[in-house]
């Protein structure tokens, strides 16, 4: 059913996908009808008045493209409904996809995310997810069969990261699990800290970012920080400077909160987008000189980090069942600390030539 809530997860946690609840290939013979008309016959409890919300706030296409309420449907139209949250019933391929698992028991799994790997499954990515991932390890005598899954489209999946953020998750293998894990995030008891490398030298050696985080109004794929109550959720970064590099800065941040892409956005809102967030600026030349040693240093960094420099360094939180705090810590990945190799020589031949 469509709705007007534009929530990202029950815990709050970071996700850059959309979901599709609806495809609808429209007949050869279809006659020319109001969208809005058109989808009150096909979708069951739909009012006119959701559609409207919904075809206003971009969460319905035609041909892949928005609409106006007034558009007429024509024969072999393809329509989507498409959301930020998933749908309530869908199926998943359990696919025996390499996981590297930090800790398992009967409760719950801690793994280490690689870069580039989508969590679930969601508009354009059906297959090859971490969740895909997930279901085979729980039921490898299902391999490559379609189970059915619940209104949470992530089995055991208590929050998120983005598709090129690597390190930690925690994720549930049962309902009491899952309820006292996805509390624990929504009262904030959850400690979490991320490594970051950021354009600029950050002058403070601590600070605190707060601004509200909603979606772009102009871009809905990317984020963007609004004055408080106007627009989005509340929002809180931490960040704590570890190492400097002249032109970039490597921080670690812990989050108060856990909004949809947040420390990226929250660090290009302060002038310190992440390094290689494309999405964010922080793939462009953003601090430095114009030497072409240097614009040829930066594009060789680039290449080997082609998205943001964002590790989940560290997860803790109390175990569901024996009530012990747990605590685990990963390494960045091998080009993530080649990256930072690379900036830790760069910076330390420039002090010296000055």
Sequence with gaps: MINNEEEVSSSEQE????????????DKGQEL????????????????NKVQIALHAGNITVNKKNVKPNYRVKPGDIISVIFSHPPKVAELICENIPLDIIYEDDDLLVINKAAGMVVHPAYGHYKGTLVNAVAYHLHPHMEGKVIMVDETL????VHRIDKNTSGLMVLSKNDNAMAHLVAQFYNRTIQRHYWALVWGDVKQNEGTVTGHIGRNIANRKVMDVFADGSHGKHAVTHYTVLKRFTYTTLIQCK?????????????KHIGHPIFGDFEYGGDKILKGNTSGSYMSFIQKQLAIMPYQALHARSLGF??????????????????YKQLIESWENYSSNTLKNK
């Design 154 to 157: 992530r089995p055991g999946l």
């Design 15 to 26: 996700n850059e996908e959309l979901y599709e609840h609806h495809n609808i290939i429209c």
């Design 255 to 267: 989050l108060e909160t856990g909004r949809t892409h947040q420390i990226r956005v929250h660090m």
């Design 318 to 335: 109390m175990h569901p069942v024996t009530k012990k705090e747990i605590y685990f810590e990963t390494n960045p990945p091998s080009n």
């Design 33 to 48: 009808l109001r969208i809005d008309k058109f989808l009150m016959t096909r979708i069951q409890n739909l009012s006119r």
